[in-house]
């Protein structure tokens, strides 16, 4: 693609990526929230893209889309009392998050103007999915069978509080 062109769809995405990424944190609803963070995530998927690391996009797509978000959505699903009137859906603590929140930016921001960014002209190399595979599945294949065992008791416990609710 061209410069412009490129450069229009990534103000497209970080556009996309910042208005659903405010919905996700003040709906109240927290079935929406998630759709929301569906669709945020896809953003960051059309980011990398962009960046020409389809491996992560689709990375991206299989396990934060797919995966985490269907998790989340079925145990919000099963969990019926999420939206029941007696529950306060509101955050009386609103200004100890805007200062939080400020404090992260103010860090982010220092962080980022000192950092030395390098920047390579140079191609990636031909066999680069090729290497990230072989990694994953030879020498970090126990980090993942670990997130796969965090899945599933997640999963079990919120089965055991919808049962607890249901009774």
Not at 78 to 88: G, N
Not at 144 to 167: C, M, N, P, Q, T
Request: one cysteine or more; proline letters at 2%; aromatic letters at 10%.
């Amino acid at each position: 693609m061209q410069t412009d062109t490129v450069q229009l769809v990534f103000y497209l995405f970080s556009f996309l990526i910042i208005i659903s990424a405010i919905y996700v944190v003040t709906l109240k609803n927290i079935f929406h929230s998630a759709i929301f963070l569906v669709l945020t995530l896809f953003g960051v998927a059309g980011i990398y893209i962009l960046l020409h690391a389809e491996f992560l996009a689709a990375v991206q797509v299989l396990i934060y889309v797919g995966a985490v978000s269907v998790l989340m959505i079925f145990a919000i699903m099963l969990t019926t009392r999420l939206a029941s009137r007696e529950i306060k859906q509101s955050n009386e603590q609103v200004m100890a998050g805007i200062f939080i929140c400020a404090g992260f930016l103010l860090a982010s921001l220092g962080s980022f103007a000192n950092t030395v960014w390098r920047v390579v002209d140079k191609p990636l190399p031909e066999n680069n999915t090729l290497t990230l595979g072989q990694l994953l599945m030879n020498e970090y294949v126990l980090p993942f069978e670990v997130v796969s065992i965090v899945l599933l008791a997640a999963l079990i416990g919120a089965i055991v509080l919808a049962r607890k609710e249901g009774a």
